[in-house]
């Protein structure tokens, strides 16, 4: 084990990402889904401003049209199924256009709650460090799981955000919390057992909430995450252009947006074929 170096490199990432959220006066964006799975739309994205990028393996079986999937429910399903050489050979690819000061931060297969066995080795850890990774984008449900991810990637040079999520969210993206005391509670397991970045899942749909807006539930879990913990705090899911702002006044320091990127950019596509067809 090389301890220095991979504390080192860690480091080296930490020090991206609170660049990021300096640069952006406390709060910051997470480019994911297409931006995240293509160099073509991170560098885009890149240029724009953003400082952290997301390849995630839903995203690749989603871009790869893998099995026919066409939205990113169904590749849940079979983003097990997704190589750990794939996600490298796109991390590679986004780091090569980047360039080395953008932090990555990678979801592999057994990262997430899969639903089948699936397991992390060390040199899986290391062929995604060697291939650009500066983290680990995790969505265990157990603090058990969540440890075990922890000391692998740590031992080799990734840090770690994972997240907290409701027991009633459709896919299980992170350790279960029903009410703000739990979600706090939970938050200071989760830094105790050394998660570098700790987040809130936000999607939860509430009736009555105006666009724009927070649900009142999701802000009193945001509120309970951000009082608990000293490590960066992260906000995903359900955050679009319409309530980014919101979101930033919760004093969340980094926000997540996939979903919202891939709609627009769909829509520009369509616009584009629509305007040359027509002419």
Same mark, same amino acid.
């Given at each position: ?6 504390? #080192? ?8 990402? *609170?660049?990021?959220?300096?640069? =952006? ?5 997470? +480019?994911?889904?297409? !931006? ?18 997301? /390849? ?16 990113? =429910?169904?590749?849940?399903?079979? &983003? ?5 050489? #794939? ?12 360039? /080395? ?19 992390? +080795? ?18 265990? +449900? ?11 990637? =740590? ?11 409701? /027991?009633?969210? &459709? =896919?299980?993206?992170?350790? /279960?919390?029903?009410?703000? +005391? ?6 200071? #397991?989760?830094?105790?057992?050394? !998660? ?67 709609? *627009? ?8 074929? !629509? !305007?040359?067809?027509? #002419?």
């Amino acid at each position: 084990m090389i301890v220095g170096d991979m504390y #080192q490199k860690r480091e080296a990432g930490r020090k991206k990402v *609170l660049a990021a959220i300096a640069a =952006h006066g406390g709060t910051t964006l997470l +480019s994911t889904g297409i !931006t995240g799975d293509d160099a073509r739309m991170a560098l885009a994205a890149v240029e724009a401003g953003a400082r952290l990028i997301e /390849p995630n393996h839903p995203a690749l079986a989603l871009a790869r049209g893998y099995k026919g999937v066409t939205n990113m =429910h169904a590749a849940e399903n079979l &983003r097990h199924e997704i190589k750990m050489e #794939q996600m490298a050979e796109v991390v590679n690819g986004i780091r090569n256009v980047v360039g /080395p000061d953008i932090y990555i931060t990678v979801g592999v297969p057994g990262t997430f709650a899969e639903v089948v066995p699936t397991y992390l +080795s060390d040199s899986d850890m290391a062929m995604l460090a060697r291939a650009g990774a500066d983290g680990l984008h995790t969505h265990k +449900s157990t603090i058990e799981d969540l440890k075990a991810v922890i000391e692998l990637g =740590h031992k080799n040079g990734l840090l770690i955000d994972a997240y907290i999520a409701s /027991p009633r969210d &459709r =896919h299980l993206f992170g350790i /279960p919390a029903d009410k703000p +005391s739990d979600v706090a509670e939970i938050a200071k #397991q989760m830094q105790d057992v050394g !998660t570098d970045f700790i987040g809130l899942m936000t999607g939860m749909s509430y009736e009555g909430v105006a666009a724009g807006e927070i649900a009142p539930e999701v802000r009193k879990r945001l509120d309970a995450l951000l009082g608990a913990v000293t490590v960066p705090t992260i906000a995903e899911g359900g955050i679009n252009t319409d309530n980014f702002k919101a979101f930033i006044g919760t004093g969340v320091n980094i926000i997540v947006v996939g979903t919202a990127i891939d709609d *627009l950019a769909k829509a520009g596509v369509r616009q584009a074929v !629509t !305007t040359l067809l027509n #002419q």
